[in-house]
């Protein structure tokens, strides 16, 4: 071989191909280089064997002067591990890992690299009889290096300009999108056009409603030890991870925006491979661009949402504030926070303050769903009441446990009512789903329920003022006036019912013994006994002084005359100090035309024979 010539005519040769780089593949660029380089040579057969560093999904690749080529194909790791070993020119013996030694040929392997770019060896195969010069493999190999560096480089930059295309693409797309999982799936389709032969996870900070991404959940484990996913969403910095026993290698990159990280996506590459700082950097800024862009969309969503959730306060707020009794506004609360957010059950209790330590401390309202009327409902209602108790704080359970509580619901919110500083009651919303409500769900309830609250709580106040105005301030009995206005509702329809009129026997003669205050106690004392004996519908009120009156629908005079006796007898056994009644009872029926008045005058005559004659007796007016 003249090694001047070869060289010279080697170097023309390439001069030329560097010209049309830009024209053809790479593939075709080398096959072209194999052809020259094999006519120059007078070789049987060009072989390149190259690892290109900058391309990650990338295995190692072969071209050659002639196909198919009897190479072996490396791991990049045994392949660099090899690349080492070697001197920049050695003969194949019968031991060469990456192809096998031709019998009557003589096959020559060259080192070629770039530190930057590539790493590979050219294998030139000449027949047994031609005599070679190391001297001119050594210029070729140095020639060949200098091409392939501006091959590599040129196409790398060719590579680099489609690459940031694409983002910038993606990321004018991405100003155009308002919904995050829509991110996702333009960010997923760009990155499988960039590493085409790579999977993917996005490990995101909460579920997102699509089957065709591979979306999963952030694992937060108990343990000492986090996982790279986690440790990347954490510390908001990328992590890699060799397998050695599975051969792969694992990229964790986070989804971060300005004000937070919202997920991290996970590359998985099917072999161990080593990272360079270009492309670190590279997935470091794509990932960011996407976490803004999640940012954005998720600031817009919430924004949107909050828009949404205030105008459903406002129209609650205006259907709370429509002076409705107690059941309406539980209807009116249940309606929006299933239109909100869709439970299976809602609760509204109220806590009993004049019975904080009892059994039976709560009553659940009329209007909630049919769990809480279920005994393991009434249960879990009885954990709440002893919860709040303790610690009266908004919750939200995704997975709801308590020790000896069975219940299906594993999502759970319980948002206290309050008025002013003191809390009288709860709202329960609970679904089977785990983790079925999402954090701004809870606090959209919680901003709804302090609406809520102060319905129910001038409810209460409009009740407590509506008892007021019909009920006597000492006894606690109805008033008159309301028994006069309950008397003659029922006269208007058809029916019977009994009057009863009570008085106590020498009422004057207890408060000037005892005073005034004893005098009181006694007629409460009375007023309980009266009290006691009440049925549902039936009327007892305080008539005046130390006359006490009962009315009762549909009994009739011996009924009436019985229960007035009863009355009368418990009086004496229990008061303390000690009186006796006296008692008139009369009755009416619709058969015959009857007025509330004249029923009155027959029970006060039939009072007034009672006191007459002796006192402490019953007598009827026939």
Known sequence: MNTNRISENLKANLFELTYTIDEYTRKDMMNMLCERLKKILDASNIVFYMYNKKQLNEQITYFSSQYPVSVKTLSPSRFIAYFKEKTNITVVNEENPITQKSLDQMTFL???YCKENFSGFMFITFSEDQIVSLTTLEKVRIIIEQFLSILYHKRHQMFLR???????????KLHSVHQTIEVLERFYETIQLIYPTFRYYLLMSQEYENETLPIKMIEYTGGATLSPGTLAFINNELQIEYNEVKK???IYSPLSGKQGVYGVLQINIQQIVTMIDEEVNFITQFTNMVGRAIERTTLYQSSTQLVSDLQIINVA????????????ITDTVKKHIFESCHPEQVGVIFFSQERE?????FDILDGSTEYFTTQNGIHFVCHVYEKMKQDPKP?????????GIDTLYNSIMIIPMWSSESIFGVIIVAHHIPYYFSFDKFKFIQSFVQHASLAFHNSVLKEQLKQTAITDYLTKLYSRNHLDKKIGEQMSRSGKGAFILFDVDDFKLVNDTFG???GDKVLIQVAEIIKLEMKQGEIAARWGGEEFAVYLPHCSLAEATERANRI?????KTTQPQVTLSSGVSTWTSAKKDTVEQLFIRTDEALYEAKTSGKNKVVQHK
Do not use: M, P, W
């Open 110 to 112: 060259l080192k070629v």
């Open 162 to 172: 489609e690459r940031n295309q694409l983002l910038f693409q993606l990321s004018t």
């Open 248 to 250: 792969e290698t694992n």
């Open 317 to 328: 707020s205006h259907d709370l504030n429509l002076n409705l009794d107690q059941n309406e």
């Open 357 to 361: 330590e009892s059994l039976e401390s």
């Open 395 to 403: 919750i939200l359970s995704g997975n709801f446990q308590a020790e």
């Open 516 to 518: 005034h205050y004893i």
């Open 568 to 572: 009368r007898e418990k009086v004496i």
